[in-house]
């Protein structure tokens, strides 16, 4: 049981880099998800997709782009790293059933923007 | 929009202590609200959820939490805290969840 798998789980780059963080689950959920965690602010989404090709943006998607070709994958990009997204991201996918809004996270990937 | 107010940034007990913490939402319509922990080092996992039914909902290792309507409330309870109960805890609601700012609960053996 893989369930849900980031990779990788730190990653140092520089400014005006492009990094793409990956998204792996092995559970056919519909709905995943990327946040990413700040002191102060908690968990904020940044992006969502309610299935294959759907995405959608959430509270903090300025710098960001994703992309859902695949179901189990849900890769997030930074086009053009900046310091102020040196933060831990975290990947979390969900089904359509009645459990619908229990969020099943990844282990995170911890981002340094030099 | 909705949001989610946790008061309590830092919380610090000593084991067999009882525990509340605080969770206040701002939303208008039908809720969702769940509780996360998340152990140092590890990833975010469910403490407990409330949907619908009985607002008073327990989760795994001893927590409730009650939801009270009139008061857009859903605080997190454990009558006696263990050290491993240290983590950081956070309450969201709805599908996208909105998530409050956190708590760190530390606990003293």
């Known amino acids: 049981d893989a369930g849900i798998t980031q990779s990788p789980r730190y990653k140092i780059t520089e400014t005006g880099r492009q990094v793409t963080l990956m998204c792996h689950q092995t559970?056919?959920?519909?709905?995943m998800f990327w946040y990413r965690q700040d002191l102060g602010h908690g968990l904020r989404l940044i992006y969502y997709s309610a299935a294959a090709d759907i995405t959608d943006k959430g509270e903090v998607p300025d710098g960001y782009v994703v992309s859902r070709s695949k179901t189990e994958n849900f890769p997030l990009t930074l086009e053009s790293a900046t310091r102020s997204q040196t933060s831990v991201y975290f990947c979390?996918?969900?089904?359509?059933?009645?459990?619908?809004?229990?969020?099943?996270f990844g282990a995170g990937t911890r981002l340094s923007v030099l | 929009a909705q949001s989610v107010s946790q008061h309590n940034h830092h919380v610090i007990l000593s084991e067999a202590a009882s525990l509340e913490l605080g969770c206040n939402y701002s939303?208008?319509?039908?809720?969702?609200l769940f509780w996360y922990v998340q152990y140092p080092g590890q990833h975010l996992q469910l403490l407990l959820k409330?949907?619908?039914?009985?607002?008073l909902v327990k989760g795994i290792k001893g927590f409730e939490a009650e939801f009270i309507k009139s008061k857009f409330s859903f605080n997190l309870r454990k009558p006696s805290v263990q050290w491993s109960d240290t983590a950081e805890y956070f309450c969201a609601v709805n599908e996208k969840l909105t998530f409050g700012t956190g708590t760190r609960l530390t606990i003293i053996p």
């Open positions: 939303y208008g319509g039908t809720v969702n």
């Open positions: 409330y949907f619908s039914g009985d607002p």
């Open positions: 979390a996918s969900s089904d359509r059933g009645r459990t619908k809004n229990i969020q099943y």
């Open positions: 559970w056919s959920h519909s709905y």
